[in-house]
Each structure stands twice: as structure tokens, then as C-alpha cells.
């Protein structure tokens, strides 16, 4: 296989997990520089290598998960990406998260070839600390309560200081520069709402499971709010 090969291949695997719904080798070519006829060749290369691509010609291709790269395919740009994705994720996310970002990292260098681990060690890419008020929720079982889709009793207080009580579906949580918001559908309000999480005076789960699944909540939030969902 020579390296132009190499690096195609590569391409054509990136370019497919950008995608969750099959998408057409039309498209796949175009997008990836090649003739219909090299992808077509390409995807087979790929699944004989062990890359769980379903489809075929005129249908579509899929990616499915379980397939990994090897760490020396990654690019310089990507390795960069990761070290300054895991730095702003410790210096950004709680406690639990910010440790879970810098055991990936040392867990990918340790089976990075020496080359690319000097580049990671080395990165100029940095990180500055954020301003924000300290969280008086507990950010880890509200990521809990959003894997588990279980329905959180808050206490919370708005912009104005007021405390109300709440029974929320949470199944986002976004991190911002200044602040960290929880995204829900709240009982109380009958829509989608956003919590500050450093406004959640206190939070529980009930432990059980609200109705409606977070990845169907989130669609209609994303809908709600314009924002595209991904492809």
C-alpha cells in the first residue's frame, strides 16, 4: 500500500464518521477527491481490514462503531486538536471530567510513536483559566442523571434571587467560558428551559426515568433553539 493510498484511505474513514445516516458513494467520492470507481475499491480495502462499513453501491454507506485507527495514522493537526480539546476540558469541566481528559491524554501517548509524542508533549497550544462563579451543584450527578435519563427535583434560583422548585428532564450540559448551563424540560414550565448551574442552590435525582428519550429531547431543543443538527 504506498502512503498516497495510505493517506486516502484514512481520508475516506474520517469523511465517514462525520456522517451517522448512510450517505452515497456520489457524495463520498466528491468529497474525498476520487473517482467512483477508487472509492468503491477504497471501501472495499477498508472492509477488509476490519471497518464495519455497511451499504453498497447506489444505496449508501455507514460507518458503525468498533472500528479504531492506529495511533500512528493521526496527523499532526489532529494530535493538536486532542492535546488543546483535553486542556480546555481541565481547565473547563468539574473535577471528574477535567481527570477523565488527562488520563486519555496519557493514555494516548503512551502508544503514540516517539515522533508524535514530542509533538504532543511539546504543543504551544494553551488553555487560559476561566472566570466564572463557583458551582454549588454537584456537576457529576447531573451528568449522571443525563446518561441514566432519570428526572432531577431542583432548587433554583433565577437572575432576580427568587428560589423555585423544579422537576426537570436533563439531557444536555453546556460548557461556556463564564459559565456552565444544564439543558432540561422542566415540569414546572412545560418547555425547554436553562439552568446555570451555578444558580442550582440544590439538585436529587428521583432515580426514575422520565418519559421521552434524552437523544429525542435534544433533537427538539435543537429544532426549537434553529440549531442544526449535526450530520
Known amino acids: 500500500m504506498t502512503v498516497a493510498r495510505s493517506e486516502r484511505l484514512l481520508a475516506l474513514l474520517q469523511t465517514l464518521r462525520r456522517y451517522r445516516q448512510p450517505v452515497s458513494g456520489a457524495k463520498l467520492a466528491a468529497e474525498t477527491g476520487v473517482s ?10 477498508l472492509q477488509a481490514q476490519g471497518a464495519f462499513i455497511e451499504g453498497e453501491a447506489g444505496v449508501g454507506y455507514v460507518l458503525r462503531p468498533g472500528f ?5 495514522m493521526f496527523t499532526e493537526e489532529e494530535v493538536e486538536a486532542l492535546v488543546l ?20 491524554l496519557a493514555k494516548i501517548a503512551a502508544v503514540l510513536p516517539p515522533e508524535l509524542k514530542e509533538e504532543l508533549d511539546t504543543s504551544p497550544l494553551l488553555v487560559g483559566a476561566p472566570r466564572r462563579r463557583e458551582d454549588q451543584a454537584d ?24 428560589l423555585t422548585h423544579r422537576a426537570v428532564w ?3 450540559l453546556g460548557f461556556f467560558e463564564n459559565v456552565r448551563v444544564m ?11 436553562h439552568f446555570r448551574t451555578d444558580r442550582i442552590a440544590s439538585a436529587s435525582s428521583t432515580e426514575k426515568r422520565y418519559p ?10 435543537r429544532l426549537a433553539q ?3 443538527n449535526p450530520q
Open 36 to 45: 467512483l470507481r477508487t472509492l468503491y475499491r477504497d471501501i472495499a480495502s
Open 68 to 72: 479504531m485507527l492506529p495511533p500512528m
Open 85 to 104: 480539546g483535553s486542556r480546555w476540558v481541565a481547565n473547563t469541566a468539574d473535577t471528574r471530567l477535567a481527570a477523565g481528559a488527562v488520563d486519555a
Open 139 to 162: 456537576l457529576t450527578l447531573l451528568r449522571r442523571a443525563i446518561r441514566a435519563e432519570h428526572i432531577l427535583e431542583l432548587a433554583y434560583e433565577d437572575e432576580k434571587g427568587v
Open 170 to 172: 436533563p439531557f444536555a
Open 183 to 193: 439543558i432540561a424540560w422542566c415540569e414546572l414550565r412545560q418547555g425547554f428551559r
Open 212 to 221: 421521552r428519550r434524552r437523544q429525542v429531547l435534544l433533537k427538539e431543543w
Open 226 to 228: 434553529g440549531i442544526p
